[in-house]
């Protein structure tokens, strides 16, 4: 949380903050690992920059970066909860 907080300098709603520490959680240091989102939501950009958490779905395979299922649903759900609050609580 304190690495995002450093990374995002405009207000957001609790949703919004909650979908970018999931996100976080998930990739570690938000500013280095997806600094376009990050840029993007500091000018205040609410509906382009998230959609820059859709692109971070892909895995190493012999390789070659390939979309994962897991991560593409995870993404996916964090992206819902940026712009509508919804907050996913399958298992």
Same mark, same amino acid.
């Given at each position: 949380?304190?690495?995002?907080?450093? $990374?995002?300098?405009? %207000?957001?709603?609790?949703?919004?903050? +909650?979908? /970018?520490?999931? /996100?976080?959680?998930?990739?570690?240091?938000?500013?280095?690992? $997806? %600094?376009? /989102?990050?840029?993007?939501?500091?000018?205040?950009?609410? #509906?382009?920059? %998230? #959609?820059?958490?859709?692109?971070?779905? #892909?895995?190493?395979?012999?390789?070659?970066?390939? %979309?994962? /299922?897991?991560?593409?649903?995870?993404?996916?759900?964090?992206?819902?909860?940026?712009? #509508?609050?919804?907050? +996913? $609580?399958?298992?």
């Amino acid at each position: 949380q304190v690495l995002l907080c450093q $990374a995002i300098k405009v %207000p957001l709603y609790q949703y919004e903050f +909650d979908a /970018l520490v999931s /996100l976080a959680f998930n990739i570690g240091n938000i500013a280095s690992k $997806a %600094p376009n /989102l990050c840029k993007l939501i500091n000018e205040s950009n609410y #509906k382009d920059g %998230p #959609k820059e958490m859709l692109d971070i779905n #892909k895995i190493t395979v012999n390789g070659k970066k390939v %979309p994962d /299922l897991g991560l593409t649903k995870r993404r996916n759900s964090e992206y819902q909860l940026f712009f #509508k609050g919804t907050y +996913d $609580a399958r298992h």
